[in-house]
């Protein structure tokens, strides 16, 4: 354990032999009894590391649950191999861990309040974190409607909508103009943008950022330079995608770069340009979003705008912690910074 960092109730359970979840209630006085064996262990680990109880932690465990659920809208069947999904959740189980607080993962198929009744506004779970809900997402409409319920959304914040839950998300504007910043200095004019599903907030907003870095940098944008593409691997939506993937890599004047709204895409435009015999980056740039996992095996390794999302996960769980203990969280609607990661799909423009 390094120096600079306080001791946390997992080294205490590690120390003392015991789970998290018996620290939790040593630390908060139930809700069930732990044996004098075990109490002794922890209160001696206690001491030993210096452990000083998170003021936060301590406070939610004092609730009737103890537990946090995690509703993942929209993912359906795909939510372990989303690697979306998945680095969120990642970054919730650590935080949650780290608290000594259960995590009830919820998710749907179609029928939302049937679903979701059985764990939300009962009493199961002392609040929720609600992932990537569409734009007019019913199951955002229907946290709206549970009085007291205590809730964050991770997903983009839609202006003028009287949302008062947290939200947190990337800084789509700001990480956008990052990607086209980096294709023109490399050279690129032409640069084209395929987005994600017109419905999906994530793919307006990257739309909208797009467009405007480009008039920022001087840059003209012709109509068919921006194709729809698709998050989703569903047939007619990845058909619509690879429709679009074909027009901009076979067009007579093509661009010279894309950017794409995700690294699914981004991923399915460069297997299409190898099979088409266009060649990354020397013919044609690729710069993704997300930097999942698979982003450093493409062919070439994409280029691609980083999401922070294990920090993004832990931060959504802290902030729901101070929203069930009454505490403020500011600012209300959060939006995190992504990074851009080079690899091997951009370069500068072939020459005129």
């Given at each position: 354990?390094?120096?600079?960092?306080?001791?946390?109730?997992?080294?205490?359970?590690?120390?003392?032999?015991?789970?998290?979840?018996?620290?939790?209630?040593?630390?908060?006085?139930?809700?069930?009894?732990?044996?004098?064996?075990?109490?002794?262990?922890?209160?001696?680990?206690?001491?030993?590391?210096?452990?000083?109880?998170?003021?936060?932690?301590?406070?939610?465990?004092?609730?009737?649950?103890?537990?946090?659920?995690?509703?993942?809208?929209?993912?359906?069947?795909?939510?372990?191999?989303?690697?979306?999904?998945?680095?969120?959740?990642?970054?919730?189980?650590?935080?949650?861990?780290?608290?000594?607080?259960?995590?009830?993962?919820?998710?749907?198929?179609?029928?939302?309040?049937?679903?979701?009744?059985?764990?939300?506004?009962?009493?199961?779970?002392?609040?929720?974190?609600?992932?990537a809900p569409l734009a007019n997402d019913p199951t955002s409409a229907l946290f709206e409607q549970l009085p007291g319920e205590r809730y964050v959304e991770i997903a983009p914040f839609l202006d003028g909508r009287d949302l008062q839950c947290p939200t947190i998300d990337v800084d789509n504007a700001g990480t956008i103009r990052v990607g086209v910043q980096h294709l023109v200095e490399l050279g690129h004019r032409?640069?084209?943008?395929?987005?994600?599903?017109?419905?999906?907030?994530?793919?307006?907003?990257?739309?909208?950022?797009?467009?405007?870095?480009?008039?920022?940098?001087?840059?003209?944008?012709?109509?068919?330079?921006?194709?729809?593409?698709?998050?989703?691997?569903?047939?007619?939506?990845?058909?619509?995608?690879?429709?679009?993937?074909?027009?901009?890599?076979?067009?007579?004047?093509?661009?010279?770069?894309?950017?794409?709204?995700?690294?699914?895409?981004?991923?399915?435009?460069?297997?299409?340009?190898?099979?088409?015999?266009?060649?990354?980056?020397?013919?044609?740039?690729?710069?993704?979003?997300?930097?999942?996992?698979?982003?450093?095996?493409?062919?070439?390794?994409?280029?691609?705008?980083?999401?922070?999302?294990?920090?993004?996960?832990?931060?959504?769980?802290?902030?729901?912690?101070?929203?069930?203990?009454?505490?403020?969280?500011?600012?209300?609607?959060?939006?995190?910074?992504?990074?851009?990661?080079?690899?091997?799909?951009?370069?500068?423009?072939?020459?005129?």
């Amino acid at each position: 354990m390094r120096a600079n960092k306080p001791p946390t109730i997992r080294d205490v359970a590690r120390v003392a032999g015991v789970s998290v979840t018996t620290v939790s209630f040593v630390l908060s006085g139930g809700p069930r009894p732990v044996s004098v064996t075990a109490r002794e262990k922890i209160l001696a680990a206690i001491r030993e590391l210096g452990f000083r109880p998170n003021a936060m932690a301590r406070n939610l465990a004092s609730r009737q649950a103890n537990q946090i659920g995690v509703v993942f809208s929209n993912f359906g069947h795909r939510l372990v191999a989303n690697p979306y999904a998945g680095g969120l959740l990642d970054g919730i189980l650590d935080a949650g861990y780290d608290l000594g607080l259960g995590i009830l993962i919820i998710r749907g198929f179609g029928d939302w309040e049937r679903d979701l009744t059985p764990f939300v506004g009962n009493g199961r779970t002392d609040g929720t974190i609600l992932i990537a809900p569409l734009a007019n997402d019913p199951t955002s409409a229907l946290f709206e409607q549970l009085p007291g319920e205590r809730y964050v959304e991770i997903a983009p914040f839609l202006d003028g909508r009287d949302l008062q839950c947290p939200t947190i998300d990337v800084d789509n504007a700001g990480t956008i103009r990052v990607g086209v910043q980096h294709l023109v200095e490399l050279g690129h004019r032409r640069i084209a943008h395929i987005t994600g599903e017109p419905g999906h907030q994530a793919s307006i907003d990257r739309r909208a950022a797009f467009l405007a870095a480009m008039e920022e940098f001087g840059l003209e944008v012709p109509a068919n330079f921006v194709r729809e593409g698709s998050f989703s691997s569903a047939i007619t939506a990845h058909q619509t995608l690879l429709e679009s993937a074909r027009d901009l890599l076979t067009m007579p004047g093509r661009p010279t770069a894309v950017l794409c709204a995700n690294d699914h895409i981004a991923g399915e435009l460069l297997k299409l340009a190898i099979h088409l015999g266009v060649q990354v980056p020397a013919e044609m740039s690729v710069v993704g979003f997300d930097d999942h996992p698979g982003a450093s095996l493409t062919n070439p390794p994409l280029t691609s705008l980083g999401q922070p999302l294990n920090e993004m996960g832990r931060l959504s769980l802290r902030r729901l912690v101070s929203l069930i203990n009454d505490q403020p969280v500011e600012p209300l609607h959060l939006k995190v910074p992504g990074t851009l990661v080079i690899r091997n799909s951009t370069g500068p423009p072939p020459a005129a």
